[in-house]
């Protein structure tokens, strides 16, 4: 796809506001959506989706397949007829600032729970087809993560390697046994996922009718404690128990001395081929489903990807070993036709890594702070981005702009405010101008940096185990002129005309 010049803004659904506790898919999505039609930006970019596991992180879910049930809304379940009127009534004291995840999980689980009693008692008839056609239309990996999550549930939260070995490792019996014994769970898990995707289609479908295309998030690598793992064992490189014997990470880069050992087990890529990557090819139709792009994160280790051995403590004696390339690429296009990516290849990037992309005809990602921190001869910097770029201030690993530039030594700062011809008051919109106005034809901000927010609304910090992915925003952090000013700004650096091809824009422009 070759992607029009557009601009757009960074932000998680569980960062909105509302009055329960995180972020969710009901009046407030649907408010954000109407503030980026009136900023006139086009894209919606958001992490990934998925049931999140450890740490709370996106990036970690408990399936590559399922949907995050906590961004259900409530409203939309009360509107529904699956809730009592008064059942809103007793959510938990929010935080407006932060998540607090295990009072919000609770509460939200509590509240499911009611929702499919109340369904199965014989409330909201109008959703028994929709979920029978739910249940035919993903039976590919449906099944195997409700029966996954009850597992899970009925071991008190405990990895699929910890539970009893017949179960872990999938006997034919155990699992029979256990759909029996556990059956209103999975049903409920079942209808949950219903829920979530039928929240979700209506918000595409609201920001379609704005012309917003919401451009999602594929983590390269799965969590080891995953439906996933557990339900296809063969596609990973595992011992007879199920554990990892090499895991993924990155070496010691900007983020880290020690790199990052991020534990997720690794691809058996040949044994992926074998079936032409079917594995692949469902999990990105599955992603297409809920979105219109797809961000691919940790491009680079589709070329190679830094494997360490499982015993080793951090990620420094690891070594780089190939991927697949073109060749899942090309099995995913056959099969799904010329779908809109967009590569993450920020940290070592070799000539091979950039040969992919470009054969690939992807866009890869740069972002200015990094070119502010590292000189004028920066890939990172405006004058240095090409046409091809999905270009940031910050990603949701950086500091916000505001606080990358207070932690900056003075030298650093007086550079890139030179650089910027800004003041440091106006540092963060001096730098979404910048990006703005380069010839990259992705601009994307995170919604920190419109604000103006420093390091309290840091999204993650890389290699630190907690206390990430809780930032929410309020109603009252939003400047009534801000949608008025990007606007502006989009107007003045020609990001507004989405649908016309760049192609014969720049053929008019030169009289072809």
Known sequence: ??????????????????????????????????????????????????????????????????????????????????????????????????????????????????????????????????????????????????????????????????????????????????????????????????????????????????????????????????????????????DAEGHPTVVAGVPPDYFSPTGQRWGNPLYDWAAMSRDGYAWWIARVRQASELVDALRLDHFRGFDAHWEIPASEPTAVHGSWQPGPGAALFTAIQDALGDLPFVAEDLGVITPSVRALRHDLGLPGTKVLQFGLDDGPESIHLPHHVSTRTAYYTGTHDNDTSRGWLDSLTPKQRLWALAYLDTPATDAPWAMIRAVMGSTARLAIFPLQDLLGLGSEARMNFPAKAEGNWEWRYTREQVPPDLAARLASLTEMFDRLDERRDPASRDEAAHGG
């Open 1 to 238: 796809m070759r992607w029009p010049r557009v601009s757009g803004i960074l932000l998680h659904p569980t960062s909105l506001p509302g009055p329960y506790g995180i972020g969710d898919l009901g009046p407030e999505a649907i408010r954000f959506l109407g503030q980026l039609a009136a900023a006139r930006q086009r894209v919606w970019q958001m992490l990934p989706l998925g049931p999140t596991g450890y740490g709370n992180s996106p990036y970690s879910a408990l399936s590559a397949f399922a949907g995050n049930t906590l961004l259900i809304s409530p409203d939309l379940l009360l509107a529904d007829g699956l809730l009592p009127r008064d059942a809103l009534t007793h959510a938990p004291a929010a935080s407006t600032m932060r998540v607090d995840f295990p009072s919000v999980t609770r509460w939200k689980g509590e509240m499911l729970r009611q929702a499919y009693a109340r369904f199965a008692a014989g409330a909201a008839g109008h959703l028994r087809a929709e979920l029978d056609a739910f249940r035919q239309a993903h039976a590919g990996w449906l099944d195997d993560y409700c029966l996954y999550t009850a597992l899970k549930e009925e071991h008190h939260g405990a990895g699929w390697t910890a539970w009893p070995r017949p179960l872990a490792l999938r006997e034919p019996d155990a699992l029979a046994a256990a759909r029996q014994r556990l059956a209103t769970g999975i049903e409920a898990e079942r209808f949950a996922q219903m829920l979530f995707f039928r929240q979700w289609h209506a918000l595409r479908d609201e920001a379609h009718r704005r012309e917003i295309t919401l451009m999602g998030d594929v983590p390269i690598f799965v969590a080891p404690d995953s439906a996933d793992v557990w339900a296809r064992r063969d596609l990973f490189r595992l």
